[in-house]
Antibody
Framework: QLQLQESGPGLVKPSETLSLTCTVS??????????WAWIRQPPGKGLEWIAS???????YYNSSLKSRVTISLDTSKNQFSLNLSSVTATDTAVYYC???????????WGQGTMVTVSS | DIQMTQSPSSLSASVGDKITITCRAS??????LAWFQQKPGKAPKSLIY???SLQSGVPSKFSGSGSGTDFTLTISSLQPEDFATYYC?????????FGGGTKVEIK
């Protein structure tokens, strides 16, 4: 059974870079069948898709965040990662990683990790 | 980018009620529309994909319909465990965009 688990610091200072990792277990990240995605949810607000990546390295980004976001894969560790630079308080959110089968919607999600941007 | 407008933003209903939530896309997305349920403190759970296909393990009281720009999620006979927030998502192409959510509360 495929599982995703987010990890990373829960507190990041303003202007610094937020770095998160999603570890995939129960299946391989190196499959042409799936995209891997990051989504976030500010406290009390709705869901926002951030970025997706295919095992080939093909990436897609939310245009509102594109200048600050990088998504990457580490197939040797069966992980994918998110870097968000120059963070501000508005980047405070629960960050989720998820799987998206090619041609389908997001189907399996991690439990989420809360990241607070504060000095 | 495609905008997804979900309505209502909240609704109150009683156990046993049938409810309908609507999602409208700013342009034609064929049937590339999914619905998710989210409970407080939990990750979203996939309910429906391709506008009307039920995700494995999801009870048949959930149903979806629509194509093009207008979509609905219907929950027949609400049960206590169904009180949650529901989101639509278009996945026709990138960027993916979610609707604003509908919070279903107990009357």
């Amino acid at each position: 059974q495929l599982q995703l688990q987010e990890s990373g610091p829960g507190l990041v200072k303003p202007s610094e870079t937020l770095s998160l990792t999603c570890t995939v277990s129960g299946g391989s990240i190196s499959s042409s069948t799936y995209f891997w995605a990051w989504i976030r949810q500010p406290p009390g607000k709705g869901l926002e898709w951030i970025a997706s990546i295919l095992y080939t390295g093909t990436t897609y980004y939310n245009s509102s965040l594109k200048s600050r976001v990088t998504i990457s894969l580490d197939t040797s560790k069966n992980q994918f990662s998110l870097n968000l630079s120059s963070v501000t308080a508005t980047d405070t959110a629960v960050y989720y990683c998820a799987r998206r089968p090619n041609g389908f919607a997001l189907d399996i999600w991690g439990q989420g990790t809360m990241v607070t941007v504060s000095s | 980018d495609i905008q997804m407008t979900q309505s209502p933003s909240s609704l109150s209903a009683s156990v046993g009620d049938k409810i309908t939530i609507t999602c409208r896309a700013s342009q034609d997305i064929n049937k590339f529309l999914a619905w998710f349920q989210q409970k407080p403190g939990k990750a979203p759970k996939s309910l429906i994909y391709a506008a009307s296909s039920l995700q494995s393990g999801v009870p048949s009281k959930f149903s979806g319909s629509g194509s093009g720009t207008d979509f609905t999620l219907t929950i027949s006979s609400l049960q206590p465990e169904d009180f949650a927030t529901y989101y639509c998502l278009h996945y026709n192409y990138y960027p993916l965009t979610f609707g604003g959510g509908t919070k279903v509360e107990i009357k």
